[in-house]
């Protein structure tokens, strides 16, 4: 096996204000497929192109945002020994029973990081009913809808003290830093992290106010579908935020709107292949413009401003 | 039907701006391009268009986040613009 520790993030439970709504983006605008509800009335959903039970859970809640994002150990005994890890670097684990709030799921380690935002892990995951084929597999089984997303991809998170989080993340975790931003005194203002050879599973930027997240990405094949992914928000009256663009960090092809709940979407494509020998790239403050929407090279207050 | 539209006053400038009853009064205010536009989600979320309406008649007609309008706050008339719509004359300012 080639990843050590976690495999990538597995899933997202996100809060929705309006869940008949939001669902409705969720299944038919973005495309993914719904797996099931929990008896506390939360909805289980799934990419086309994913092989794991479900990577989103729905929450209806007063409060748009994000409860907490979990990541794939890449087997039982990596789990355990990231659980120590956590404990060791001094954040508090609770255990969440297999099959308890997530259906189909292991069991989980739940714990605080200092940006605010509850992580988990797990190393156990049952396969989806309707997954890829994988016997002389056609490219999808159903049509896929909408904007096709094919998976759950990344995160952006804001909170303080993004320097202790990233290197968390390659402690506890054994991901690296393939791309930063520096503050002009040497201070990481934004980090991007992966595990695996995407560009990053997860990035941060440095925020006062703890937990907040920026956007939740999904994956899609390639530039055309941006563009239809483009006149999906349009047709559908969604808000753009900005887009379709192209990152110089990551190098992804990239847009960006908000769901009917307010949280913030990415949908992208491309992005480099990253290694964890290559060296790091590091970018200007003074540069990010460049670097988050290279053909402006501009960055919209909104973007930088606004999370939920 | 016919459209009813309502003056929107910005407290601070004196500025005005029409609303009509089927939309919110952040896409007035953004179609007008008058008033302090901020904004973000346009869907009660992220309350970056946070205000306070200082008199006239208005209903929400979308779930604003609690995160960012307390039970305190709508008593006080603080509303999330993108999730409110006009059944007046409304002044609106800053918080
Ligand atoms: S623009 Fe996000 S709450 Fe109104
Ligand atoms: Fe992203």
């Given at each position: 096996?080639?990843?050590?520790?976690?495999?990538?993030p597995?899933?997202v439970?996100?809060?929705?204000?309006?869940?008949?709504?939001?669902?409705?983006?969720?299944?038919?605008?973005?495309?993914?497929?719904?797996?099931?509800?929990?008896?506390?009335?939360?909805?289980?959903?799934?990419?086309?192109?994913?092989?794991?039970?479900?990577?989103?859970?729905?929450?209806?809640?007063?409060?748009?945002?994000l409860?907490?994002v979990?990541?794939?150990?890449?087997?039982?005994?990596?789990?355990?020994?990231?659980?120590?890890?956590?404990?060791?670097?001094?954040?508090?684990?609770?255990?969440?029973?297999?099959?308890?709030?997530?259906?189909?799921?292991?069991?989980?380690?739940?714990?605080?990081?200092?940006?605010?935002?509850?992580?988990?892990?797990?190393?156990?995951?049952?396969?989806?009913?309707?997954?890829?084929?994988?016997?002389?597999?056609?490219?999808?089984?159903?049509?896929?809808?909408?904007?096709?997303?094919?998976?759950?991809d990344h995160f952006l998170l804001?909170?303080?003290?993004?320097?202790?989080?990233?290197?968390?993340?390659?402690?506890?975790?054994?991901?690296?830093?393939?791309?930063?931003?520096?503050?002009?005194?040497?201070?990481?203002?934004?980090?991007?992290?992966?595990?695996?050879?995407?560009?990053?599973?997860l990035a941060?930027?440095?925020?006062?106010?703890?937990?907040?997240i920026h956007h939740v990405g999904?994956?899609?094949?390639?530039?055309?579908?941006?563009?239809?992914?483009?006149?999906?928000?349009?047709?559908?009256?969604?808000?753009?935020?900005?887009?379709?663009?192209?990152?110089?960090?990551?190098?992804?092809?990239?847009?960006?709107?908000?769901?009917?709940?307010?949280?913030?979407?990415?949908?992208?494509?491309?992005?480099?292949?990253?290694?964890?020998?290559?060296?790091?790239?590091?970018?200007?403050?003074?540069?990010?413009?460049?670097?988050?929407?290279?053909?402006?090279?501009?960055?919209?207050?909104?973007?930088?401003?606004?999370?939920? | 039907?016919?459209?009813?539209?309502?003056?929107?006053?910005?407290?601070?400038?004196?500025?005005?701006?029409?609303?009509?009853?089927?939309?919110?009064?952040?896409?007035?205010?953004?179609?007008?391009?008058?008033?302090?536009?901020?904004?973000?989600?346009?869907?009660?979320?992220?309350?970056?268009?946070?205000?306070?309406?200082?008199?006239?008649?208005?209903?929400?007609?979308?779930?604003?986040?609690?995160?960012?309008?307390?039970?305190?706050?709508?008593?006080?008339?603080?509303?999330?613009?993108?999730?409110?719509?006009?059944?007046?004359?409304?002044?609106?300012?800053?918080?």
């Open positions: 096996m080639g990843f050590k520790g976690t495999l990538r597995g899933l439970q996100l809060r929705v204000l309006d869940l008949d709504k939001t669902l409705d983006f969720y299944k038919n605008v973005l495309g993914l497929n719904e797996v099931g509800r929990t008896s506390d009335g939360r909805v289980l959903l799934k990419a086309y192109d994913e092989f794991d039970h479900h990577s989103l859970t729905l929450r209806k809640a007063d409060e748009a945002g409860d907490y979990a990541f794939k150990a890449a087997c039982p005994d990596t789990l355990e020994k990231i659980k120590e890890k956590v404990v060791a670097f001094g954040y508090s684990v609770t255990e969440k029973a297999a099959n308890s709030d997530q259906p189909g799921f292991g069991k989980r380690y739940s714990f605080k990081i200092c940006t605010g935002h509850t992580f988990e892990v797990y190393a156990d995951v049952e396969l989806a009913a309707k997954g890829p084929q994988i016997k002389n597999p056609d490219i999808w089984s159903e049509q896929p809808r909408g904007m096709k997303a094919q998976r759950l804001y909170g303080p003290n993004i320097a202790e989080a990233e290197r968390f993340c390659r402690e506890v975790f054994g991901m690296y830093v393939p791309e930063v931003v520096n503050t002009e005194d040497g201070k990481r203002f934004a980090t991007w992290i992966t595990g695996s050879n995407k560009p990053h599973d941060f930027v440095e925020y006062a106010q703890p937990n907040k999904f994956y899609l094949q390639d530039w055309s579908e941006v563009g239809n992914a483009a006149d999906l928000i349009a047709i559908n009256h969604l808000k753009l935020d900005i887009g379709p663009t192209r990152h110089a960090i990551t190098r992804g092809l990239s847009i960006y709107f908000w769901e009917p709940s307010g949280n913030r979407i990415e949908v992208y494509a491309g992005g480099y292949t990253a290694y964890p020998d290559n060296p790091q790239r590091v970018w200007d403050v003074s540069e990010v413009g460049r670097g988050l929407f290279y053909y402006s090279g501009q960055v919209i207050p909104s973007f930088l401003e606004v999370v939920t | 039907m016919e459209t009813v539209f309502h003056n929107v006053t910005v407290a601070e400038t004196g500025e005005r701006f029409l609303c009509g009853e089927g939309e919110s009064v952040l896409a007035a205010m953004f179609r007008a391009g008058r008033g302090p536009i901020t904004y973000g989600c346009c869907g009660g979320g992220c309350g970056a268009c946070r205000m306070k309406i200082v008199s006239g008649n208005y209903v929400p007609f979308k779930k604003m986040s609690r995160a960012h309008v307390s039970e305190r706050d709508i008593q006080d008339g603080i509303v999330l613009l993108c999730c409110v719509q006009p059944r007046g004359d409304l002044t609106i300012r800053a918080v």
